[in-house]
């Protein structure tokens, strides 16, 4: 049986049925890495005995008892290398924390294990999150499993190319300006981001606090809502979460979306988007409208200087959350200095790469006092207007529609700076305004996917799983993604 290809919801299955067991899975999980690994470079840890160790644990809970089996356990998950995990190295792709080990779990990675999730190891990642290609890792430059000549998108981009050439199911990711929908959609696989404060931050580590919110990656929108319903919850130990209620995001699923009114933001398919990806997505669009979905253009006038407005915040926040990393306190530090002084420039000039560097000294010169008015505050006033811009459109719509990527995923190489961080021009205001977004693939483009995003109101979870459920079982792309990776070229 090819248990690699498997969905979360299929492996489960064959658990609870008792035709497979969890160690039987991680095995076939950890061959595969051993295949292909060395040509997509998705893990920068991987922990192979003890997920053995586990799934031998697992597979005997489940012998004794079956009635109270999660719909997680006994099946492996990857995460990203932000997320602190006790007693496995938590690099955040950088140099800085190369050996650091942490004490502690984070609350999302406590409440896997409590469903008796197997984590298979840690994927890279972009140093610090700060990067839309998973080109600025420390370690190494993740692979598009579609095409090994491109990027698999960033900052997410090991756990979405660990899950897009089966490495593992599912992994998780975390999203500052689209750092999940971005490699989900450049992968062709399913990445949601959550409403800010659904699920716990305790225990990621912080690239902008305001912004930043963990999220699964996942090969279809069952498997998505599975994993959602595993990592939402309050926790008092993170200040910004949220008590949301019991909800169950697997029921939510079969949701009937006939009449759901649907948002097209002009803004969103202007020519700053490939026009390839505007016909894939208007295509999707057209198999809700034949569901019972309405359909409508507006206007989120705006959007226009929402990547501005990130640019400033995000940097800003960086600046001062990275402030810890000074080779003092934990972490690594250079061996020769005459001064504590000496000591933290040196340590930081050698251990951060170039792009931690240039968000910090441009966050230092937003917040400097001569530049706080002229620019973070203008931002912060300006991130309030691009609230309001969606708070108008909620008012008469449920959910709203655009591409998730401006253009197809591009040659490792090819993008710096700006033109990099044009990625993720239409998956910031999500992180802006905090509600929660999904990315599906809707199509491919000369064998490259196409990601349909999906945004609802502030705890809209169910109405954007609802409908991005609807259009994965109704489309007749989707029954062509077999005979689609039949025809992929890379060998993995």
Not at 67 to 86: Q, R
Not at 143 to 169: E, T
Request: net charge positive; glycine share 8%.
């Amino acid at each position: 049986m090819d248990l690699i290809n498997l969905t979360i919801h299929e492996l489960r299955d064959l658990i609870r049925n008792r035709e497979v067991s969890s160690e039987e899975i991680v095995r076939s999980f950890l061959s595969r890495i051993e295949k292909v690994e060395d040509k997509v470079g998705s893990f920068i840890t991987l922990t192979k005995e003890k997920a053995i160790e586990n799934a031998r644990k697992i597979d005997k809970k489940i012998k004794e008892n079956i009635s109270n089996l999660s719909d997680l356990a006994g099946i492996p998950v990857g995460i990203k290398d932000n997320i602190v995990t006790e007693g496995i190295k938590t690099t955040c792709g950088s140099r800085i924390l190369k050996n650091f080990i942490p004490p502690y779990d984070a609350t999302v990675v406590k409440r896997l294990k409590l469903s008796n999730a197997i984590i298979i190891g840690k994927t890279n990642m972009d140093e610090f999150a700060m990067g839309s290609s998973t080109e600025n890792s420390a370690f190494k430059i993740t692979k598009n499993p579609w095409d090994l000549n491109k990027v698999p998108g960033g900052s997410s981009g090991g756990s979405a190319a660990a899950v897009s050439a089966s490495l593992v199911p599912y992994a998780l990711g975390s999203s500052t300006g689209g750092s999940i929908r971005q490699p989900a959609a450049f992968c062709g696989i399913v990445g949601l981001k959550p409403t800010y404060g659904l699920v716990s931050r305790y225990g990621l580590v912080a690239f902008a606090s305001s912004f930043d919110q963990i999220g699964p990656l996942t090969k279809d929108v069952e498997d998505c809502a599975i994993v959602l319903n595993s990592i939402i919850g309050f926790d008092k130990k993170d200040s910004t979460s949220v008590d949301n209620g019991n909800i169950d995001y697997t029921k939510a699923l079969m949701k009937d979306i006939r009449g759901i009114k649907v948002a097209l933001p002009k803004e969103y398919f202007d020519d700053k988007v490939d026009n390839r990806i505007k016909e894939k997505v208007l295509d999707a669009v057209k198999v809700l409208e034949k569901l019972g979905a309405k359909i409508d253009y507006v206007s989120l006038p705006f959007s226009e200087y929402a990547l501005a407005t990130y640019y400033i915040l995000a940097p800003s926040e960086a600046s001062s959350n990275l402030a810890r990393f000074d080779g003092v306190r934990y972490g690594e530090r250079i061996e020769n200095y005459n001064s504590v002084e000496e000591l933290i420039v040196k340590t930081r000039t050698k251990m951060f790469g170039d792009e931690v560097k240039r968000r910090i000294m441009i966050g230092t010169y937003f917040l400097s006092s001569s530049h706080y008015s002229k620019y973070y505050k203008k931002a912060q006033q300006m991130r309030t207007l691009i609230i309001r811009d969606f708070e108008r459109v909620f008012r008469d719509f449920d959910i709203i529609i655009s591409p998730t990527t401006p253009t197809l995923p591009y040659k490792i190489g090819e993008k710096k700076l700006i033109s990099m961080y044009f990625s993720d021009v239409l998956t910031v205001s999500a992180n802006i305004v905090g509600i929660p977004a999904i990315t599906l693939p809707c199509g491919y483009i000369d064998g490259l996917p196409v990601g349909m995003q999906i945004l609802g109101k502030i705890f809209g979870e169910v109405d954007i799983l609802s409908v991005a459920y609807a259009y994965e079982k109704n489309s007749d792309f989707q029954k062509r993604i077999p005979e689609i990776k039949e025809g992929i070229k890379s060998g993995v």
